[in-house]
Structures are given as C-alpha cells and as structure tokens.
C-alpha cells in the first residue's frame, strides 16, 4: 500500500503524458510527408510538440532546429515529472540525468576531436542542465581542445575519469567514449543502487544488470565483426560486471575466435530466448533494443506504482524522439514510406 500511495500521483501523471506519445499510424503518416516542414505542421498537431513548435519560426524549419525542438521536449517532461516526485524518487531522477550528462560530454567530445567549423550549439540545453546538472554550458562551449574540454569539467564527477585519460597523446575519442560508458555504469550499479528501498533495489538492479550485460554483448560483437580486435582489447573496453552473464560464459565469448562461434555461445546463455525470438539478419544491434524494450514494458506491467513507471516512460519517450529524428533524416534524403518505415518501425507502447 505504501507504494500505491507514494506513486499515484506520479503514476497518473505519467499516464496522462503517455496518452500524448505518437501512434504507428502517427509515424506511418509521418513517413509519407515529403519534406521536413511537412512533417513539422504534422507535429504541430500532437500535443507533446504543438507549443513549442508553435513558437518556432518558419524560416528556421530544417531538421537542426527541429531536433532542439524534439530534445527540449524530453528535458521538460524530466521537468514535469521531478515536480510531481517525492525527496527519494527525485534522489533517482538525479541520477537519471547522468545519462544526459554523458551524452553532452559525448558530443563536446566529437565538436574538438573532429575539429568541426561550426561552433558549440548548447544554448537549447541551458535552461535544463542550469537547473538540473553539475556541468556548466557556459564553460564547455569556450573549450578549444581536448585538454581545456576535460578541465572545463573540473568539480564534477567526471572530471577525474577523464583526466587519466588527457595526459594520454594517443588518446582517441573511443577512448573517451569509452571511459564515460564504463564510469556511468559502475557509478549506477555501485552508488545509485544504496538510495532505493528492497523492491526497488531489486528492479533496478535488474534494468541496470541487463542494460551491462547486453551493452558488452554488443560491444564484443562489433569489435569482433567490424574492427577485428583481439581479446585483451575487447576486455578493456568492456563493462567489468556481471549480471546474467556467468563469468566463464563472458570470458569464453571474449576469446571465441570467430563471430559465429560468438554467436553460437550467445545462443546458449540465459539470453538465449531473447536471441532466438529475434531474426539473425538484423543484427545484434536491433537485438540489444528489442530486449531493453521488453524489460522496460515487463518492468512496468509488473511493478505499476514503482520507479519503473518513471524509467519507462522516459525511455519511451528517447525512442520516440530517436525515431522522429531518423524519420527527419530519411524525408531529407527522399527515402520512400517503405524505406523510411524500415528505418523507423512504428510507435511501441
């Protein structure tokens, strides 16, 4: 009872805002729009995008600006839903916004490793990460290179990972990447996990095991088919936790010699299920996907008035923006419905 009690509020807000997610008619339409102006009057009439679509300019109607629209409207519905949480459920949906810390960072990254003209575009996230995050927007867009980029993130959490790294000439943005992906993930396992009580610890736990395991799996995969890389390297990029994978299962996958070996091993670990209800041919990618979203949906059913209605919705609503940014992307190009569709898939509730 004391559950029911502490998320109805929270639980009926998520509902409300979920009934404004698009539908697969909502995308299949989209894709059939040819161009990106098109599919922004299309969205000007879907409650979750109208308002600040409606404030937009339609000189600025190009996929850039659409995408800052799109992102926007995740930071304001992490807002609305912070407002209706509770001290011990905000203390989560703190550590939920660490992934758009790392996402930030990500970017900044690639801006000075690739030596982009065109300046830092962060103002969009200000508003949001001025509120919400350790890490200054205004000091991130003055850095010229990687090493003021990792000092300009001195007194938050990553700056000591980073800095390990910076002194390293051979440092590559993989590497970077890399070490961020690495820190999240035992920073959620080891210290997000203390704040939350026994069910909940027990949800968590499982969404945060499966998310490591599957990541590796994917990892060990591309490194395998793609970069051809030998064991003691995909053992260093990897994430040194366990969870459904048994420790001689995953070193044994490290080492298989051949991607079909690799997949061979996959189809006989406690995956194995989620791996045979999925069509080889599309990929281990899609498979890492198609079993986040399940657990998501399982987690939810099983456990309404929970942090998984929270977790839920906001990986829903990611998916959706994903979708929506690749839908703008494939209209750009003038893919076909067909084309598009195959990109995008419809909507999942």
């Known amino acids: 009872m004391g559950n029911v ?14 009934a404004k997610l698009l539908t697969d008619q909502d995308f299949e339409n989209i ?12 969205l000007k009439g879907k409650p979750a995008y109208a308002d600040a679509l409606n404030r937009m300019d339609d000189t600025l109607y190009h996929r850039g600006n659409v995408e800052k629209v799109l992102a926007q409207s995740l930071y304001a519905d992490y807002t609305r839903l912070y407002r209706f949480a509770g001290m011990k459920q905000k203390q989560f949906m ?36 001025d509120r919400y995050s350790q890490i200054s927007i205004d000091k991130l867009v ?14 938050t959490e990553y700056y000591e990972p980073l800095v390990k790294l910076k002194d ?15 820190y999240y993930f035992k920073n959620a396992w080891t210290r997000q996990r203390k704040a939350l009580d026994k069910k909940e610890k027990e949800i968590y736990t499982r969404d945060c095991g499966m998310k490591i ?5 994917n990892w060990i995969y591309r490194a395998k088919k793609y970069y051809h890389m030998l064991p003691p ?31 061979q091993l996959l189809a006989n670990t406690y995956y194995e299920n989620r791996f045979h209800a999925m069509q080889r041919s599309e990929g281990m990618e899609q498979f ?62």
Not at 31 to 42: D, G, I, Q
Not at 142 to 153: Q, R, Y
């Open 5 to 18: 009690m502490a998320y109805s509020g929270l639980v009926t807000k998520v509902r409300a805002m979920q």
């Open 31 to 42: 894709a059939a729009l040819h161009s990106v102006p098109e599919a922004v009057e299309y």
């Open 94 to 129: 703190r550590g939920f916004w660490k992934r758009y810390e790392i996402d930030l960072i990500n970017y900044c990254f690639r801006i000075v490793f690739n030596h982009y003209d065109v300046p830092f575009d962060l103002n969009y996230k200000k508003e949001y990460f």
């Open 142 to 155: 003055t850095s010229g290179n990687i090493e003021e980029l990792v000092e300009n993130l001195k007194g």
């Open 168 to 182: 390293t000439s051979e440092a590559t943005l993989y590497d970077y990447e890399t070490v961020l992906e690495q």
């Open 213 to 217: 395991d599957l990541l590796n799996l």
């Open 233 to 263: 390297d995909i053992y260093l990029m990897t994430i040194p936790i366990h969870y459904r994978i048994k420790v001689d299962e995953f070193k044994a996958l490290v080492e298989a010699p051949t991607v079909d070996q690799f997949m």
């Open 288 to 349: 890492y996907k198609a079993c986040i979203h399940g657990m998501y949906l399982s987690d939810r059913r099983r456990n309404p008035y929970s942090l998984a209605t929270v977790n839920t919705y906001l990986f829903l609503k990611e998916e959706e923006i994903n979708r929506l940014t690749t839908a703008l992307e494939c209209i750009r190009y003038g893919l076909t419905p067909r084309e598009t569709l195959g990109y995008i898939g419809g909507a999942k509730k």
